[in-house]
T-cell receptor, first 121, second 116 residues
Framework: DTAVSQTPKYLVTQMGNDKSIKCEQNLGHDTMYWYKQDSKKFLKIMFSYNNKELIINETVPNRFSPKSPDKAHLNLHINSLELGDSAVYFC????????????????????FGPGTRLTVL | AQKITQTQPGMFVQEKEAVTLDCTYDTSDPSYGLFWYKQPSSGEMIFLIY??????QNATEGRYSLNFQKARKSANLVISASQLGDSAMYFC?????????????FGGGTRLMVKP
């Protein structure tokens, strides 16, 4: 009954390859995200996505693309992997507050998956 | 300018004592949310506590409380009665307004080590 799950947990691959990381949430949330955590533990947003719009952090290379087959899934596809892509990638999900006008109780707390450690050789 | 600043890269605390982890933030948006997450050595990100900018009272969740000082733009996490299992990285994060994407901006984190 994991809330946010990611596969695989570890991914080791060669430079130049294309790979995907899968994410699923069973929380009924509207919005899903991808974050990257570098070797210094710094977390940075990559994408935010709901079924209406994709918001891309401008610093993300276009080799990275999110793909959402349905509301509960947001996969991350990476083309032409580079050494600098080595990191831990976290998927997260939350409610979209913009859809709940006037609520003072609901929060948009993001719940994270366990992370995928990507190593590019 | 940094949106979220955590000035303590590492901290020690004696078991059973209280500890405060600092977080300051920078935003001109009147509506925002502040979050704390814990990341143990196993790597997962665990949500701890949330404070909304319009909340009148400081948030509390069990042994965690948030010392929210709006005028000073600080949102320090207080952990009471520290336990060995509290040893972890702690991240402060902010969501500004009802921004497109509801994205979080994270601080650099504080590594807390609880001594027996």
């Amino acid at each position: 009954d994991t809330a946010v799950s990611q596969t695989p947990k570890y991914l080791v691959t060669q430079m130049g390859n294309d790979k995907s990381i899968k994410c699923e949430q069973n929380l009924g949330h509207d919005t899903m995200y991808w974050y990257k955590q570098d070797s210094k533990k710094f977390l940075k947003i990559m994408f935010s996505y709901n079924n209406k719009e994709l918001i891309i952090n401008e610093t993300v290379p276009n080799r990275f693309s999110p793909k959402s087959p349905d509301k509960a899934h947001l996969n991350l596809h990476i083309n032409s992997l580079e050494l600098g892509d080595s990191a831990v990638y976290f998927c997260a999900s939350s409610q979209d507050l913009r859809l709940r006008v006037g609520s003072s109780v609901l929060t948009d707390t993001q719940y994270f998956g366990p992370g995928t450690r990507l190593t590019v050789l | 300018a940094q949106k979220i600043t955590q000035t303590q890269p590492g901290m020690f605390v004696q078991e059973k004592e209280a500890v405060t982890l600092d977080c300051t933030y920078d935003t001109s948006d009147p509506s925002y949310g502040l979050f704390w997450y814990k990341q143990p050595s196993s790597g997962e990100m665990i949500f701890l506590i949330y404070q909304g900018s319009y909340d009148q009272q400081n948030a509390t969740e069990g042994r965690y409380s948030l010392n929210f000082q709006k005028a000073r733009k600080s949102a320090n996490l207080v952990i009471s009665a520290s336990q060995l299992g509290d040893s972890a990285m702690y991240f402060c994060a902010m969501r500004e307004g009802r921004n497109a994407g509801n994205m979080l901006t994270f601080g650099g984190g504080t590594r807390l080590m609880v001594k027996p």
